[in-house]
């Protein structure tokens, strides 16, 4: 399966945004996805799951704030990011996999990352 990330972009504090992921080759009725992020100089770290049943889990970070969600007849995973802080600027990055879980090893198949950036 290959992954397109998209729906990034600069807000104000406060502010939201939804990241888009549109899997090609492939459907993610069969897959775990996964949302990460990356800001230069540090790990890439997990923020958002979502099990093949729709189950979901966060990162406290994000916690009431953000919601995965996907849909399964477009192959689209979405992040829908509220009450954007500072702390949360960073490079996005979508992930599926069979089996998925909490950490980046557990991902075989990543897209490219989209920026979202949040001014104080």
């Known amino acids: 399966v290959q992954l397109q990330a998209s729906g990034g972009g600069l807000v104000q504090a406060g502010g939201s945004l939804r990241l888009s992921c549109a899997a090609s080759?492939?459907?993610?009725?069969?897959?775990?996805m996964g949302w990460f992020r990356q800001v230069p100089g540090k790990e890439r770290e997990f923020v958002a799951i979502n099990w093949r049943r729709d189950s979901t889990y966060y990162a406290d970070s994000v916690k009431g704030r953000f919601t995965i969600s996907r849909d399964n007849t477009k192959s689209t995973v979405y992040l829908q990011m509220n009450s954007l802080k500072p702390e949360d600027t960073a490079v996005y990055y979508c992930a599926a996999d069979p089996r998925g879980g909490y950490s980046k090893q557990n991902y075989n198949y990543w897209g490219q990352g989209t920026q979202v950036t949040v001014s104080s």
């Open positions: 080759r492939g459907t993610i009725s069969s897959y775990v």
